[in-house]
């Protein structure tokens, strides 16, 4: 039901993806529900003082959670369905939360989600189920942010270019993602691939730079995500007497 709902982004088998972290010699955790990662370690900003390359061992199925976009404003689906009715926390920031969600995420033969890392924003993260059969963790190294090129950026202050290095390469490139949304996210993606060509911001985004060259199918049967029966049993329900 979730895949009808939300759609479904495919990873394929050897993308490098990049983990963010305070650790000088990471290791897997199996007590964690989840791995966030992303595409290219800039859209961390400042978090974290070394970068975990992870590379995804066979093609992963991840829950596509981009509700709307406006301008380059990217709005979660989490928000939806993780703010407990109860207690008002949000999935990422309750360990309990987050662990039920994990499991519905199984039981729906997801491997993970994709989304903004905060609502309102536009960078995006990969959420990974914390499961080493999906993914290896192949170096962990001091993290450089070196992004941009200052001589590029323009008397009205609007960045041209980004220079994304070579250091950090996006796997895209060579493995194009595949989605499969409905027609209402897809309209909502032409029109940010639209804004970034008129105000050249093309490639300046890591949005923009995966959907370059993504392949992007519509699905024929959507189910409406508005109806409180098609996602209410997501909702992370903590009881009444853990208030």
């Known amino acids: ?10 990873l394929k088998e050897g993308s490098i993806l990049y983990h ?3 650790e000088e010699n990471f290791v897997f ?11 290219h370690p800039s859209d961390y900003y400042h978090m974290g003082k070394n970068v975990v390359f992870i590379k995804i061992k066979k093609d992963l199925s991840i829950c596509f959670m981009i509700d709307e976009i406006k301008n380059k404003q990217i709005i979660c689906s ?9 207690t008002k926390t949000f999935l990422k920031t309750n360990s309990e939360n987050l662990i039920y969600f994990s499991r519905v995420l199984k039981e729906s033969k997801f491997d993970g ?3 903004s890392i905060r609502n309102n924003k536009s960078e ?13 963790i192949i170096k962990t190294e001091p993290l450089f942010r070196i992004w941009y090129k200052y001589d590029e950026i323009v008397e009205n202050k609007k960045i041209i270019k980004k220079n994304w290095g070579k250091k950090y390469p996006i796997c895209s490139d060579e493995k194009p993602i595949v989605l499969h949304i409905n027609e209402k996210v897809k309209k909502y993606i032409d029109e940010y691939n639209c804004i970034g060509k008129e105000h050249n911001r093309i490639q300046l985004l890591t949005l923009q730079y995966i959907l370059k060259n993504a392949q ?3 699905l024929d049967k959507c189910v409406i995500k508005d109806c409180p029966d098609n996602f209410s049993h997501i909702n992370c329900p903590v009881p009444w007497y853990k208030k």
């Open 113 to 115: 989600w994709f989304t």
């Open 1 to 10: 039901m979730m895949r009808n709902i939300y759609g479904e982004m495919i």
């Open 20 to 22: 963010i972290t305070d």
């Open 124 to 136: 995006v993260e990969v959420a990974l189920l914390n499961d080493n059969n999906l993914f290896s």
């Open 29 to 39: 955790n199996e007590t964690k529900p989840i791995l966030y990662c992303t595409f």
């Open 216 to 218: 992007i199918n519509v």
């Open 78 to 86: 989490l928000n939806e369905i993780c703010e407990n009715k109860y």
